[in-house]
């Protein structure tokens, strides 16, 4: 999102997390339109949904949080590889998450929190993210905290 004269970058971790997101969004909106590769999406996503039903029984019996295992891709010997950043985009849902339900009223969806991310990200303007953080983490400096994170 922005760039510090001695530290690097801010936000690097966010900024991989949407960059994968739209990577993938990108990716299911658009691939299955090649030929080549459209026998192999529909075998990720069958995989997908059987995990996913595995993943929601799984969810009931467990208190702990743990994000959905997405798959990226499948090899010809039935191996999985799961989408980059997975870490990372789960922080970037829990924010999400987190900054959706402290702000009632204002989104419809945590979809369109995920459009204020991705805005500032694209654009570099990052004053609307960063009072959505402030009022959503009501500590001194919660935006530059979340930014300078490695």
Do not use: W
Request: charge should be negative; proline fraction near 3%; avoid cysteine.
């Amino acid at each position: 999102m922005s760039r510090s004269g001695n530290n690097g970058y801010y936000f690097q971790r966010i900024n991989e997390a949407v960059t994968e997101e739209l990577a993938i969004r990108f990716g299911k909106m658009y691939f299955n339109q090649i030929p080549s590769i459209k026998e192999d999406l529909g075998m990720v996503e069958k995989e997908e949904l059987h995990l996913k039903e595995n993943f929601d029984e799984a969810q009931k019996t467990s208190a702990s949080y743990s994000a959905f295992p997405d798959i990226g891709s499948i090899t010809e010997d039935g191996e999985l590889y799961k989408h980059s950043y997975s870490d990372e985009r789960r922080d970037l849902g829990e924010f999400i998450r987190i900054i959706f339900q402290r702000n009632p009223g204002k989104f419809q969806s945590e979809e369109e929190v995920f459009r204020v991310f991705a805005k500032a990200y694209l654009t570099g303007k990052t004053l609307e993210l960063a009072r959505l953080i402030e009022k959503a983490y009501p500590v001194k400096g919660a935006f530059r905290r979340i930014g300078e994170e490695k």
